[in-house]
């Protein structure tokens, strides 16, 4: 049976291992279906970091417009 998942071969520490192999057998999951919830959460996080970069960059220079101006009333 085809999968449409595309698949990944890694290599990580005993530590890591032990670590998704608890995670996994804590919430009752394969360990390729913990290691693959982790690193779109670790995906989710790296994208956010940059987007909050890009927040505070345009934050340091403010630009304010006006109820009437967003609305287009003035």
Do not use: C, Y
């Not at 990580?12 to 995670?23: D, P």
Request: hydrophobic letters at 45%; glycine letters at 2%; proline letters at 3%.
């Amino acid at each position: 049976m085809a999968t449409t998942k595309q698949r990944i071969n890694i290599s990580v520490s005993k530590e890591a291992h032990r670590a998704i192999a608890l995670l996994a057998k804590r919430d009752a999951l394969p360990r390729a279906t913990k290691a693959r919830h982790l690193l779109e959460q670790a995906i989710e996080w790296e994208e956010d970091a940059v987007l909050e970069a890009i927040a505070q960059e345009r934050m340091k220079t403010p630009r304010f417009v006006s109820h009437e101006q967003a609305w287009g009333l003035k």
